[in-house]
């Protein structure tokens, strides 16, 4: 689903933030992400949402390459990925459920089937009865949590989340997990990048652990 | 690695792909759909940009406002001109030369003389305004009665009144009319209004193209204003902007509602423009009117009319668009997740 090939990136200052990554995340698998801070993490994501491009490599993301997309293909290829942000980008000028619909009325689709949706991902993420609040009065795993169904709402295949529980407290981490182990589970591919080593040993999927822009661990945490 | 296979009872909200029927009657339908919620997002931007704008009701009045002022400058001189032109057109019909006699000439000799000029080919017609005739419509005219009835003796001379024919309409021919008419011994003056008439369409083919300088200079100030009101409004919705292109929005998505801003902008100018218009017209007209009857004259002030008035509008609606494509073209490219 997810293939890194030889891939390189370096940023303008000159700063070499991967070097030479390969690797391959099957459809429907989950894997986590880590290694210390600038270790390549965000790049890496970044990559995948084409918010950057590699200055060397390929990266396949459901069969295409990426760099062969255009520039104007690239909103359509986005609304295929769905993304977790670790400060939400929330935005507080509109409802809950109106920040949650956000990518189906992007993608066209009609009233009916984006208030049927958007209610399902809610309802998903048990917030269904804060719809019309506000998302600034939510706590901050509420917020993830809206955040989280923002993401999965136009059903992705492929679901990114950049330290997702990063601001959370244990209880909240392990509950938010859960949410992501769930989508896992109806086929949908996750990479979450984290550095809370003691969440993936508990989670035991695989960790790809990057180390001065290189993969230096593949497999399971013990 | 395994892919997992979808879990139906745990993904309640994913539809099963069977339950969409297949086929080129769906694809039909499914790019009706997107016709459909794409003007759908059309009408709800345009609401949602207009709502915008009036939530903020002073700051944009204020630009409104400006917009009219710029739009409303080159409409009154328009304005001016084409009733200016109007008077100028009304003059110019009952183009004619004013021939005025010696005091002594009787009024049998000036009755001939009309005669005479009346058979030539380059007049058609000529008539006889006598000293008494000219002081009777002065006198209910002017409204001084009492004043001319103290004077001893008649002041006013003898008229004829000149109609060239088609020969003598051409300027050339008129000079030539006027040099023979002036040759005449009981003639001591010779007047052609349509000298002033002449130079008045003169002046006003300068003044337009002054008009159409201004209104364009004033357009450019408009694009300018507008296009920053947009640049402002671009940079207080950055993080809208960037969420939006993060979950699929394309540049036309994240485009349309700053468009719809720049129009209303635009087009609500455009109408205070035409209030403006009007109440000036309003304060203007009865002076206006009370002076052309004290000139004889029914003249009154004309305004833009519907047509024109519609092309206002809808002018300032396209100069407030062309600054917001301005504007978002300039700014929006920049605004990219990093």
């Keep these: 689903m997810i293939r890194f090939d030889n891939v390189s990136k370096r940023y303008a200052s000159g700063h070499e933030a991967l070097t030479r990554v390969d690797f391959e995340v099957e459809r429907g698998e989950m894997v986590f992400l880590t290694g210390h801070s600038g270790a390549g993490k965000s790049t890496l994501m970044k990559l995948i949402m084409l918010m950057e491009r590699p200055t060397q490599g390929q990266v396949f993301v459901d069969g295409r390459n990426l760099n062969r997309l255009s520039s104007g293909q690239i909103p359509y290829y986005r609304r295929n990925v769905g993304v977790v942000f670790q400060n939400h980008q929330l935005l507080f000028d509109r409802s809950v459920f109106d920040n949650v619909a956000l990518p189906l009325q992007i993608a066209g689709n009609t009233p009916a089937e984006t208030g049927r949706r958007v209610r399902a991902a809610l309802d998903k993420v048990g917030l269904l009865d804060k719809e019309q609040q506000n998302p600034i009065v939510l706590s901050g795993g509420e917020q993830q949590r809206v955040g989280i169904a923002r993401a999965v709402v136009n059903k992705p295949s492929v679901l990114l989340a950049d330290e997702p529980t990063g601001n959370l407290d244990p209880e909240l981490s392990a509950e938010i997990m859960n949410l992501f182990r769930q989508f896992n589970e109806v086929g949908v591919t996750i990479m979450i990048a984290s550095h809370d080593l003691e969440l993936l040993k508990r989670m035991n999927k695989r960790v790809l652990g990057l180390s001065h822009g290189q993969v230096a661990h593949d497999g399971v945490l013990w | ?338």
Excluded: C
């Design chain 2, 1 to 338: 690695m395994k892919p997992v296979r979808p879990n139906r009872a745990a993904a309640a909200d994913r539809t099963p792909p069977a339950a969409r029927p297949q086929g080129a009657v769906q694809s039909k339908s499914r790019l009706g759909d997107r016709f459909d919620a794409w003007m759908a997002h059309h009408s709800t931007t345009a609401i949602d940009s207009l709502l915008r704008l009036l939530r903020t009701p002073l700051q944009s009045l204020m630009t409104w406002l400006v917009v009219a002022i710029a739009v409303a400058l080159p409409a009154v001189l328009y304005i001016a001109l084409t009733n200016i032109q109007n008077i100028g057109y009304s003059w110019q019909d009952s183009s004619q030369i004013s021939v005025f006699l010696n005091k002594q000439v009787s009024d049998s000799q000036a009755e001939e003389l009309r005669r005479r000029w009346a058979n030539r080919a380059d007049i058609a017609q000529v008539t006889y305004v006598s000293p008494a005739t000219a002081l009777e419509e002065f006198k209910t005219a002017s409204g001084l009665g009492d004043v001319v009835d103290s004077l001893d003796e008649n002041p006013l001379p003898g008229v004829l009144l000149v109609q060239p024919g088609l020969a003598g309409s051409t300027p050339a021919g008129l000079a030539a009319l006027e040099q023979v008419l002036r040759q005449e011994p009981l003639v001591t003056d010779v007047r052609i209004d349509m000298q002033w008439v002449q130079r008045l369409h003169q002046f006003m083919a300068v003044a337009q193209r002054v008009v159409m300088a201004l209104a364009g200079l004033l357009a450019l100030g408009v694009i300018l204003v507008i296009g920053n009101t947009i640049r402002l409004a671009i940079e207080n919705r950055r993080d809208e902007i960037l969420v939006v292109k993060l979950v699929g929005g394309t540049n036309a998505y994240v485009r349309r509602p700053f468009l719809y801003t720049g129009l209303w902008y635009g087009l609500g100018g455009g109408l205070l423009a035409l209030v403006l218009l009007a109440i000036g017209l309003g304060w203007l007209g009865g002076p206006v009117a009370h002076l052309a009857d004290l000139y004889q004259s029914s003249f009154r002030l004309q305004g833009l009319g519907f047509i024109h008035s519609l092309q206002l509008v809808l002018l300032a609606g396209i100069t407030g668009l062309l600054g917001a494509w301005i504007a978002v073209g300039r700014h929006l490219s920049h605004i990219e997740p990093h």
